[in-house]
């Protein structure tokens, strides 16, 4: 432990936001490194202060939500300061008329969420179970919805932030017209918390719909369901969200075990044998928009979902990576983003690449967005070799465009260190690193995490 780390911290914000006990470091380990010192502030001006100290002693520090992205990108290189938002969980600004939201970082997603209910309004931001609104824009985070509502950054209109060096920052504002000055809230959201601290962000909101429903339509092959998403997307219809799922996938989204593996084992060409890929279509409206939808649909619908039943199926898909991950400790996931009409191949590229090394392929995405959600599930008892999941992840990326990525963004942390978890190096890197050494000149923000320095 660097000397005096605890007691520097302690003597300028106070004992009692300083933990340093065993269990806290255990809880806060970042892809299974613990830190030296946990810090919990519970205002902006107290990590401004923590991160100019951090800043002083070049000391690494993670900036920490609801703890569910921290397994995301390279293992970090070290963690001397975990620095947790959890007290910054208040509502600052809320005006149903305005249909504007403030919150702290350290807010919870989904009391916000119920916040915003009360008022018969929606912000459409899914994420994992415990994360935070800070969490969420960091990691990027946007689910089914985004086909109807955009991704995060759509409807995010204002955040502040720390910078690495402590210095205050701000992008946008609390209203939805501001187009004052340099656009940082963008650089923020999806940074990983490598540029600086998210300490409040605004949003606008929307009307929460008055009556929705889910169509599941079942299809005898990938082929016949990218047909289907075809027509949709040229259709007069507006799905707010459009899922495509493979046969393993339904597995992963019921509260039952699999029942017969046979049912969706996959055949050397990937193809499952005997279940179906689905497309599970969301529509919201009036009873007579409603009643076109289903009327469309009709002749690839299996079944109907609303109430109960249709929320219960929507929140299991804001679980579903933590489902395959318990299932399945050695899992791989990736998020993959492919230009809309390279879906096909790029669903048949993961396919073909994970069986080729022992994987099964199990896939969820927005189908009219192009964007997926891929886990690589082990299919033998035994742990698969790092070489396995190199190559994997090799061989899938391979067969992909210049215009796609594909982020692993779950794995074993032994294997991160025989391949780029990220995908290929960017184009604009140089840039990248200028960015970086602006908003945190002595890289201590989550350092490692990216290649970037």
């Not at 994420?127 to 985004?146: F, K």
Request: glycine share 8%.
């Amino acid at each position: 432990m660097p000397p005096g780390i605890s007691s520097r911290f302690e003597s300028v914000l106070g004992t009692q936001f300083v933990l340093n006990d065993a269990a806290a470091l255990k809880r806060y380990a970042i892809d299974g490194v613990g830190p030296q010192v946990v810090l919990r502030p519970e205002n902006a001006e107290q990590i401004a202060t923590a991160l100019r100290i951090a800043n002083e002693e070049n000391w690494v520090v993670v900036p920490f939500g609801g703890g569910t992205r921290q397994h995301v990108g390279h293992a970090p290189e070290r963690v001397d300061v975990v620095l947790s938002t959890e007290r910054l969980n208040q509502i600052e600004a809320y005006d149903p008329g305005d249909l504007t939201i403030s919150l702290q970082a350290g807010a919870s997603v989904a009391q916000i969420l119920g916040k915003c209910a009360e008022h018969r309004q929606l912000l459409p931001m899914e994420a994992p179970e415990g994360a935070t609104v800070g969490g969420a824009l960091a990691a990027a985070e946007s689910g089914p919805l985004r086909a109807g509502f955009g991704a995060v950054r759509d409807f995010c209109i204002g955040v502040s932030f720390i910078t690495g060096d402590g210095m205050s920052g701000r992008g946008g504002g609390r209203v939805v017209k501001n187009v004052a000055g340099y656009d940082l809230m963008k650089l923020m959201i999806g940074s990983y918390g490598s540029l600086g601290v998210i300490v409040s962000t605004n949003f606008k909101l929307f009307p929460l719909p008055q009556r929705t429903i889910t169509c599941i339509c079942e299809f005898d092959s990938l082929n016949e369901a990218i047909a289907r998403r075809d027509w949709l997307l040229e259709s007069p219809l507006s799905p707010i969200a459009a899922e495509i799922l493979n046969p393993p996938a339904l597995e992963y989204l019921r509260d039952i075990e699999a029942r017969d593996p046979d049912d969706w084992a996959p055949e050397a060409s990937g193809v499952a044998r005997k279940a179906q890929w689905q497309m599970a279509i969301r529509f919201a409206g009036s009873d007579r928009v409603l009643a076109r939808s289903r009327r469309e649909l009709s002749s690839s619908m299996s079944r109907e979902l609303n109430g109960t039943e249709e929320a219960d199926f929507w929140k299991r898909f804001a679980g579903f990576e933590e489902r395959v991950a318990a299932r399945h400790r050695n899992a791989m996931i990736f998020h993959v983003n492919v230009p809309i009409a390279e879906s096909q191949p790029a669903l048949e590229a993961a396919h073909v690449a994970a069986i080729d090394y022992n994987f099964l392929a199990v896939v969820v995405g927005r189908a009219t967005l192009g964007s997926f959600v891929i886990a690589f599930a082990p299919l033998a008892i035994d742990p698969p070799a790092v070489t396995q999941f190199a190559g994997a992840a090799s061989e899938f990326r391979s067969q992909l465009s210049k215009s796609s990525s594909a982020l692993v963004v779950r794995c074993p942390r032994e294997a991160k260190q025989h391949f780029d978890v990220w995908g290929s190096t960017p184009t604009d890197i140089e840039l990248m690193q200028k960015v970086k050494r602006a908003l945190d000149p002595k890289g201590i923000l989550n350092r490692g995490r990216f290649l970037v320095a």
